[in-house]
């Protein structure tokens, strides 16, 4: 089974870009994550949804972040414009039911962003 | 606030057992999982408890007790690749995963 898919996996820009990260959850998870991942900070989730509505957004740093989920296999994260902070390893992850359920969430191979 | 503690790092020898501690408090408590992850790849499930007690899954065993807020894993027979970092994280009231900040294992010859 495919696993949750990112992309791009590795990305460099230049301050002040737009970043656009991309992510299809594994087929028939109804919940999706999105997390950002430093040295400093550790794991932190910016935003979560649930059958395509954004639920806690309250992770988002700032509004220059803003998250899409337009359907069930497809969500997008974007930063616009980048700063040199938002350099990061962002996750996707995906489950099924949620974590009410007892069910684990899946992560997938995350995007290196570099914002230089 | 919530809160949960784990080693920075820890270093053990090839063939031996370690034991990884978290100790947590947060709003509520819903489950606690384990995760691995090795440098520059993603976190992946090892583990799950919510009863008090020792889950065994091969090498790996977790424990649970809610009543002192602690959690260990346990890895036994080490070998090399399982040099890696740790996580622990906790599902409170509201089914939120709290994250700790890891635990890097190394893992010596």
């Known amino acids: 089974d495919a696993g949750v898919i990112q992309s791009p996996r590795h990305e460099v820009t230049e301050m002040g870009q737009e970043v656009t990260l991309r992510c299809k959850p594994i087929?028939?998870?109804?919940?999706l994550f999105w997390y950002r991942q430093t040295m400093m900070r550790g794991l932190e989730l910016l935003i979560y949804?649930?059958?395509?509505?954004?639920?806690?957004d309250s992770g988002m740093p700032e509004d220059r972040f803003s998250a899409k989920m337009p359907n069930a296999s497809f969500s997008t994260l974007k930063i616009q414009p980048s700063e040199p902070r938002d350099s990061a390893v962002y996750f996707c992850?995906?489950?099924?039911?949620?974590?009410?359920?007892?069910?684990?969430?899946?992560f997938g191979e995350g995007s290196w962003l570099t914002v230089v | 606030g919530q809160n949960i503690d784990q080693p920075t790092e820890m270093t053990a020898t090839e063939g031996a057992i370690v034991q990884i501690n978290c100790t947590y408090q947060?709003?509520?408590?819903?489950?606690l999982f384990w995760y691995q992850q090795h440098a520059g790849e993603a976190p992946t499930f090892l583990s799950y408890?919510?009863l008090d007690g020792l889950e065994e899954k091969g090498r790996f065993s977790s424990f649970l007790s809610r009543s002192k807020g602690y959690s260990y894993l346990l890895l036994k027979e080490l070998q090399m690749k399982d040099s890696a970092s740790y996580l622990c994280?906790?599902?409170?009231?509201?089914?939120?995963?709290?994250w700790g900040a890891g635990t890097k294992l190394i893992i010596k010859p």
């Open positions: 947060t709003s509520g408590f819903n489950g």
């Open positions: 949804f649930n059958n395509n509505v954004p639920i806690d």
């Open positions: 994280a906790v599902k409170d009231s509201n089914y939120q995963l709290i």
């Open positions: 992850a995906s489950s099924f039911q949620g974590l009410d359920s007892g069910n684990t969430i899946y």
């Open positions: 087929s028939g998870h109804d919940y």
């Open positions: 408890n919510v």
